[in-house]
């Protein structure tokens, strides 16, 4: 296991463990950009309602796809389910709502 520090809004230093599934350094480029784009770690916007929205909607859309047997904007002839567009929810999380695109199928 590995920790990272990783700076937050308030200068102070929070030190994360984790098993190597993210990368210490990747975690510090995003905060930089943040920083620099003058967008803050939490609340409405934040960094990590962003990286949660786009976690949780990158699974949706892998679940689709296994589900449907073949990747987006892939043509496919023989199958009687298909994607059709996706409605917006709200999960509720311990940073706050985040609101995501979830994908549908025909079939539902």
């Known amino acids: 296991m590995t920790d ?10 929070a030190t994360v ?3 190597g599934l993210v990368d210490g350094r990747l975690v510090d480029q995003l905060i930089g950009r943040a920083r620099e784009q003058g967008v803050a770690l939490t609340g409405e ?3 990590l309602g962003q990286l949660t929205k786009m976690v949780l909607e990158s699974a949706l859309e892998g679940e689709i ?7 987006k904007h892939e ?12 409605r917006t929810k709200t999960v509720l999380t311990d940073i706050g709502p985040v609101p995501i695109e979830v994908p549908r199928d025909r079939n539902g």
Request: aromatic share 2%; no cysteine; hydrophobic share 30%.
């Open 4 to 13: 990272v520090k990783i700076d937050v809004e308030d200068e102070a230093v």
């Open 17 to 19: 463990k984790h098993d």
């Open 45 to 47: 916007a934040g960094l």
């Open 65 to 71: 796809t296994d589900h449907l047997g073949y990747d």
């Open 75 to 86: 043509r496919v002839e023989a199958t009687s389910n298909a994607r059709n567009g996706s």
